[in-house]
């Protein structure tokens, strides 16, 4: 299947001079990894159950039709139930503002974060706009209204 490809031109601030602009780490890889733009020394802790907004120190011009989606890291998640709160977080295309990802600690332990740390992965998607038809029905189908546990999965 053959790759899409887009280019989102990318303003470094201050803050992130330094720093690698996100990249792909492997051919298959879906998520570019954003990085904490903190300042040298200036630690976040996140405490247990507390949230923070951690600056990247990038902003970015995304082409109409797309968006880029703010993702947890995976390793985040189950070393040290770190994640994004609002996941997957959404950057429009209209947007020109810094990217900043709200963490969130759902383990038990403090966590650092670091300058230059992954602190969550972006994925550039492609968007459709939605036009509502107002109407009196819908077309029936099996499952019909059936909604959460109705079609007999696992544990539901």
């Known amino acids: 299947m ?3 490809e887009t280019l989102i031109t990318v303003v470094r601030l201050a803050s992130a001079k330094d720093l690698p602009l996100p990249s792909y780490e492997t051919d298959g890889a879906a ?3 954003l990085l904490a733009a903190l300042d040298p020394g200036a630690d976040i802790v996140i405490e ?3 949230r923070a907004l951690v600056p990247t120190g990038l902003k970015m011009a995304i082409p109409a039709g797309f968006e880029v989606q703010v993702r947890p890291r995976s ?3 189950v070393k040290h139930g ?3 709160l609002n996941a997957p977080g959404t950057i429009d295309s209209d947007y020109r503002g810094e990217v900043k990802v709200v963490l969130v600690n759902h383990g038990a332990a403090p966590f650092t974060v670091r300058r230059g740390d992954r602190v969550a992965q972006m994925v550039v998607a492609s968007v459709v ?3 509502w038809e107002e109407a009196g029905s819908l077309p029936e189908t099996k499952r019909g209204a ?3 546990g109705s079609t007999g999965g696992a544990g539901g």
């Open 2 to 4: 053959a790759q899409t």
């Open 31 to 33: 998520g570019l990894d």
């Open 48 to 50: 247990p159950g507390a």
């Open 75 to 77: 390793g985040l998640a």
């Open 82 to 84: 770190v994640s994004v």
């Open 129 to 131: 706009r939605a036009f």
């Open 146 to 148: 059936g909604g959460f």
